[in-house]
């Protein structure tokens, strides 16, 4: 499984193709010097009071918000130590924190995902996943020390921005008190797959109650909005966003939950409010198929496929380094990279897959299994596949709803890893 270091990052986008969290990439509703913010004193939204934005470094406005969370997530009154903190303070506690496990080297997990298209080489280093985690936060939750630092650069802090981060990190404050957001990854993320599924309900929850609040703040009545539009607009737009990256399936994984949970979140949320939303964390959504088809009952979540297994059929020829699931998001990622356009009619066709990473005298080789629901599925990807020139690559198991890819350093290595393999 790709790791990435826990943090409940948020990307800040403009309403109705956005969200809001605790990293600012844009800077479009900052208000210039001493011009005022065309606010409400307060507005109702779902019955609940969202206050003006104020200054977020304040203990009354953070008491606002916190009242705030507790009312639109129908919960009890709850308390969350919030510290502030400078800039240069930041950067120090940034640089005392405990280095990450260095990754392996040679790095054959990586060099595999670059054969797909999905990542440049480096970009799994610790040092890379570090930079893109912490530019430019404003504030943060941390399910350690269970409390959230906003950091004060030193401006006025009583952006819609910088309160609707400071609303987002609450959501994650309140989830951390009901269901233990640690304990709740360790059960749940076992792939990249399960990982981005289980993330995107701890995102999306909060960014769909995030996405009410921009609303109000810019005076607006959230109430009348198409809102289930909206939010599949910000997940066209949150994918489109990771395709664009060198590193699109990394991307993926950063910017995604956002897109994709939000949605889901509101489904839930329209079925059932606030207590429909917190019945998810029973049964998240252990793939992005489900989160695609907005699947709240799991029901497109089949028993996983057999595939070959290739630690067996390869032992004693190749050494086995890692097995994961890249999901409907990676077959969207391999399909914008190889044939210039994502295919979510096709993506959310994938019944299971298997990603496996080998090698042989330091050569990489790479294992990728995709099962489809009918056998029609796979045809029609292998279809596509010679249409590109690429079915060399792949191997059809059609009569199974199955095909295989197998891609090694050099051709000598891929031959005999199809050879291993039986194919």
């Known amino acids: 499984m790709i790791g990435l270091r826990h943090c409940t990052l948020a990307l800040a986008m403009v309403l109705a193709l956005a969200l809001a969290g605790c990293s600012s990439d844009d800077e479009s509703q900052e208000s210039g010097p001493g011009l005022d913010y065309p606010y ?14 104020c200054d977020v470094a304040l203990a009354d406005c953070q008491q606002g918000w916190l009242s705030a969370v507790s009312c639109l997530r129908g919960m009890e009154p709850m308390s969350v130590p919030i510290r502030v903190i400078d800039e240069a303070t930041f950067a120090d506690e940034l640089e005392a924190m405990p280095p990450e496990e260095p990754r392996p080297s040679p790095d054959y997990e990586e060099t595999a995902l670059s054969y797909l298209g999905f990542v440049e080489l480096g970009a799994l280093d610790p040092s890379s996943l570090d930079a893109r985690q912490v530019e430019n936060i404003a504030a943060y939750y941390s399910t350690d020390t269970k409390d959230i630092t906003v950091i004060d650069r030193g401006g006025r802090n009583d952006s819609i921005s910088q309160n609707s981060t400071l609303f987002h990190e609450l959501v994650h404050a309140a989830q951390d008190q009901e269901v233990d957001l640690d304990a709740y990854m360790e059960s749940f993320a076992t792939t990249s797959d399960s990982d981005l599924g289980a993330r995107s309900l701890v995102e999306g929850e909060a960014s769909f109650y995030q996405q009410l609040v921009v609303g109000a703040l810019n005076g607006i009545d959230v109430g ?92 004693g020829s190749f050494e086995h380094h890692e097995t994961d699931s890249l999901g409907a998001v990676g077959l969207l990622v391999y399909y914008d990279y190889w044939f210039s356009g994502m295919d979510m009619e096709q993506a959310v066709k994938l019944s299971g897959d298997r990603f496996d990473v080998l090698s042989v005298a330091g050569s990489t080789a790479l294992v990728w299994q995709l099962s489809f629901d009918d056998v029609a599925n796979a045809a029609a990807m292998m279809d596509l596949v010679s249409s590109h020139g690429l079915s060399y690559y792949w191997h059809v198991r059609v009569d199974e709803g199955q095909i295989l890819m197998v891609d090694a350093e050099s051709e000598s290595v891929r031959i005999a890893l199809v050879n291993a393999l039986g194919l």
Do not use: I, N
């Not at 507005?43 to 969202?50: E, L, Y």
């Not at 489109?240 to 889901?264: F, I």
């Not at 606030?274 to 497109?300: F, K, M």
């Open 40 to 53: 409400v004193e307060k507005v109702p939204v779902a019955d609940c009071d969202v206050p003006a934005a």
């Open 224 to 315: 009348s909005l198409d809102l289930a539009a909206m939010l599949l607009e910000m997940r066209a737009l949150r994918l489109r966003q990771a395709l664009l990256d060198p590193s699109p399936y990394l991307m993926a994984l950063y910017v995604t939950p956002y897109g994709l949970g939000a949605p889901y979140t509101h489904s839930a949320y329209a079925a059932a409010g606030p207590q429909g939303v917190r019945d998810l964390y029973a049964d998240p959504p252990l793939s992005t198929r489900r989160l695609l088809q907005l699947d709240l009952a799991g029901e497109s979540e089949p028993t996983p496929p057999e595939f070959l297994d290739v630690p067996a059929l390869t032992e």
